[in-house]
């Protein structure tokens, strides 16, 4: 399914909406873009998932990893998949607020003030390594993330849609980074972690090399771009209308509640987590050819959506707990509702 056969579909169209999205064409497209995507970047295949998935439902992505395993690498093969405008940003300590928003230049021949905009005025975002950034760095990506929007100077910019931001940052216990600031991590709408490749992945790996291809080159690999910007925002409008029945808004209510309650967490999840589930659920049942949430998209996506958001008591960590092991915990302990 080439780009211009998936627009034909979805965009242009003068007719009415219909009640229902065609989830069947959402389906064709989220599986021909991971097609494209294994051409180069090899396994990971909750986290290619879990991108798609952000990006129909325009959520934020933060991807967490030690360097080597291909974080950069799966942006920037996402790009070539997507026909939209790509920039990235290198994060590093001395990176200004004003490298990321763009500034105000007094221009002598005009007598005026004109805004060079910075490369967040883009629609797919890479901020690569963004615990490498102080915190009023990192803070510059804020209102863009939450809002689509960049104010500078007192003026607001509109950001094109789509607009996703995915971050890549190493382990906070490695040297020379900085711990994200709360209410940045609260805008991520999942949290991935890049784990080793098997033997397998990693032998796959070796014999792309070994055949001449080098993914620092894309271009070698044949990628053919699936989705335009407007397919995306079409996508995006469409998962929309994805049905969600009340006992699923129930069901989703009973786990944040106990991420509140829990006798090994301190903070629990807030509103935002419970409303980026909803909207992650809906766009991974269309992702999968239905136009209904069922409860295991919600069992599936929880831990990437919760992994970054709930705080562990002390004593829970001293004793060896991990996150996801208690987001594991609260999810068994709420009963799944029966179609």
């Known amino acids: 399914m080439s780009s211009d056969e998936y627009s034909g579909d979805l965009v242009g169209s003068t007719a009415p909406a219909p009640s229902r999205p065609d989830v069947k064409k959402i389906e064709a497209a989220f599986e021909r873009s991971i097609a494209e995507i294994g051409k180069v970047f090899v396994g990971q295949d909750e986290l290619v998932e879990a991108t798609l998935i952000a990006l129909f439902c325009e959520g934020n992505v933060l991807i967490e990893g030690v360097p080597g395993l291909g974080k950069t690498l799966l942006v920037n093969t996402l790009s070539k998949v997507l026909t939209c405008e790509y920039r990235r940003i290198q994060f590093t300590p001395d990176l200004m607020p004003s ?105 796959s790996i070796l014999a792309q090399y070994a055949a001449g291809q080098d993914n620092r080159n894309l271009s070698e690999f044949d990628l053919k771009p699936v989705l335009r910007g407007a397919d995306v925002v079409t996508i995006q409008k469409a998962i929309r209308r994805v049905i969600v029945e009340p006992s699923i808004i129930n069901y989703i209510v009973s786990i944040i509640a106990k991420t509140r309650n829990w006798h090994t967490i301190e903070v629990g999840a807030s509103p935002r987590a419970s409303v980026n589930i909803l909207l992650a659920a809906r766009a991974m049942a269309a992702c999968h050819g239905r136009d209904f949430v069922v409860p295991d998209d919600v069992k599936t996506l929880t831990p990437w959506v919760l992994r970054h958001r709930i705080r562990l008591r002390p004593d829970a960590e001293i004793e060896g707990l991990l996150v996801d092991d208690v987001i594991r915990e609260t999810l068994d302990s709420v009963e799944a509702p029966r179609r």
């Open 99 to 203: 490298d990321i928003t763009g500034n105000s230049i007094y221009d002598m021949k005009e007598r005026e003030f004109t805004f060079n905009a910075g490369p967040i005025f883009t629609n797919l975002l890479l901020a690569d390594e963004i615990n490498r950034a102080p915190a009023k760095t990192q803070s510059a990506l804020l209102e863009a993330m939450q809002e689509r929007q960049v104010t500078v100077d007192g003026t607001t910019y509109v950001l094109d849609p789509p607009f996703i931001t995915i971050a890549t940052q190493n382990p906070l216990e490695q040297e020379g980074t900085y711990p994200l600031p709360e209410a940045q991590l609260d805008r991520f709408m999942f949290k991935l972690i890049v784990d080793y490749p098997t033997q397998k992945q990693e032998n």
